[in-house]
Nanobody, 124 residues
């Protein structure tokens, strides 16, 4: 059974940083890709970044290099380092994984496994 559990969210000031974690079990992280999404109130869930089995990465252009996705194959954790946060980054952040190997596309519907989400609030 695949379980994804996010942590690390919280309140931060504008311009600050946070590092989110996603503890993974029941999923071979080193053979597959994983991704981060976020969803703000009243908005669709949007794709942020993906990391593949070979540790290559891909990011949404609007992030402007502020976020970094990484993983620890040994500890079975996925991470999202977020820097220079703005109020527009306030959202619930989710880690996600597809059932099909390395099929990390850009829509939420392409993913089969989700965590419960972790809230990020950015304010002045």
């Amino acid at each position: 059974q695949v379980q994804l559990v996010e942590s690390g969210g919280g309140s931060v000031q504008i311009g600050g940083s946070l590092k989110l974690s996603c503890a993974v079990s029941g999923y071979t992280i080193h053979r597959n890709c994983m991704a981060w999404f976020r969803q703000a109130p009243g908005m669709q869930r949007e794709w942020l970044a993906a990391i593949y089995s070979d540790s290559s990465t891909n990011y949404a252009r609007f992030l402007n290099d502020r976020f970094t996705i990484s993983k620890d194959n040994t500890e079975m954790n996925l991470y999202l380092q977020m820097n220079n946060l703005s109020s527009e980054d306030s959202a619930v952040y989710y880690c996600a994984a597809p059932r099909i190997q390395n099929a990390c596309l850009f829509e939420a519907a392409d993913y089969d496994y989700w965590g419960q989400g972790t809230q990020v609030i950015v304010s002045s």
